[in-house]
């Protein structure tokens, strides 16, 4: 019988059978880990492998994006504990000024697709964006991939899931995101691996990948693909990683444990409400609901486009006076394309708040947290209780975002 | 290092309700609560186990050494909690038999070289009263052979993959580490 995508890269990793529900030993070709995991994969090496060498120095990095730089000591000693480490085995050090970890290795070519990448960002399958199978993982198992290049994983069973039709802006990727979480929820891909079909997908660009990818971990999935591309995505995804696009694809006898369909005709801009990312309305049923703050930004919406989205909703507009918005751009070269392009001089102008890259807005903390009886709209990909502060947040699209922004209340662009 | 034993035998605890059903999802707060999670040292962990679970909370008073642990499905769901597996090891419990694990509850248990294993068979074996409370049985971990000893007879266990007791025998995942870079 044939393979299903996650089948096939595993296989190419590992000398077991790559079968579903089978545990196997995996190689591995990149091995991260960030400013919140990184202290204790350092204590666990220090512990259990001190004076042995890295099974491959040039395949281990750190990437710092949480609280970049450090606005707590935690965060300071955490990172010099890191960089240290590094220094003394020689490894590469994406620092605080680079940006979100996972976009860093997409951005570096050290996330290929067909290859495998392990780091302790619970978001790390964002990466099946570019057909590379990313896994987040606790510190115990990063410190042993660090020293011996490999992990262990049980093969995952693969959901086949056919996006019917095609949307139109106002909906955008995220859109098409919270739809399908809402459709698949947090049970029907737990423990799976996805692969997405049809044209609403297949003409997504990079920025839109890794938005309905970065969500596959609320649907408590183990990482989702999109087989299918345009030419234009070769080109995008090859300009920028400077490495070759050339993603396995699934056999056509191989097994999937259930296909579903979702109807995507029609798409309105959707809301994950508080206090749970699969909780999701068109906006329809929201419009209105007084918002005191919004965020743009998040591994999940902090790409190029996506804030070139809401630069064109706030063009020529003004942020509402008692609303606060943030914006954090993924990494440093997003950053310097927003420059380039005068898509940071619109949203200051708009009157948003511009950070440097990094996760802040949804890490928490970074710039700022959310107060008690506060509403925030974001761009981001999780609304538990407290992870942002003691505030409410609203999970949407950044035009939605954008929107709202200037409206003071949850609103489409639409409205504008 | 002597050789650590593939097989268990033990007294089973069967974890369930005031109906006589396996509980279900029983999860990490629930096994450690996070109220203890300052707690550092092995040998003060054993006393909370399962001390926030109702019906359970003086389980670490009854169990002795050895014991086996029989619950319902999707046993240790919810967050990422270390002291939810080391609270077993602090009381020298021999073995959790459930029919499934939470996905990290089995990774952390797996990678401390704690023995876990599942079997499809257990829901009805309670039912059924084959397995009750203070039964002997016998495990084979990689035949995948349960016998109960009380009762006489034998039921299915899934045996422990490769991986698994490769990392079982070599006590825990690091050490399995310092043994598969040796030669």
Known sequence: MGKTIIEKIIQAHTDDDAAPRKIVWMGLDVRSARDFGGPNVVKNYEREYSGLPL???KKTFFTFDLCVPASSLKYADAQQVCRDFAQKHDIKVFDVNKGIGSHVLIEEGLAGANSTVVGTDSHLNILGAVGCFGQG???VDIAFAFRTGKTWFEVPETIKVLLKGDFSYPATAKDLTLKVLKELGTKRAALKAVEFYGEAVRELSLSGRITLCSMVTEMAGVIGFIPEFEDSFRKEIEGISKTEFNPVQADEDCHYSEVIEISIDRLAPQVAVPFSPDNVQDISELKGTKIHSGFIGSCTNGRTEDLALAARELNEKKVKEDVMLK???ATARVYEELLEQGILQALFRAGAIISNPGCGGCAEGHIGLTGEGEVQISTGNRNFEGKQGKGKTYLASPAVVAASCVRGEIASPEDL | MAEKKTAHRGRIWIISDSQGNLIENIDTDQIFHNAFLHITELSQMGQYALGNLEGWKDF???ARSGDILVAGRNFGAGSSRQQAVDCFISLKIGLIL?????????RNALNSGFP????????????EKKLETGDEIEVDFLQGEGLSLSKDFSFRVEPMSSVQSDIFKAGNLFNYGKTMLKD
């Open chain 1, 55 to 57: 099974a491959d120095k």
């Open chain 1, 137 to 139: 993982m606790g510190d």
């Open chain 1, 327 to 329: 914006v954090v751009p």
């Open chain 2, 60 to 62: 670490s008073k009854k």
């Open chain 2, 98 to 106: 459930v029919p499934s694990f939470g996905a990290i509850y089995f």
């Open chain 2, 116 to 127: 876990v294993l599942k079997s499809s068979v257990l829901e009805e074996l309670v039912r």
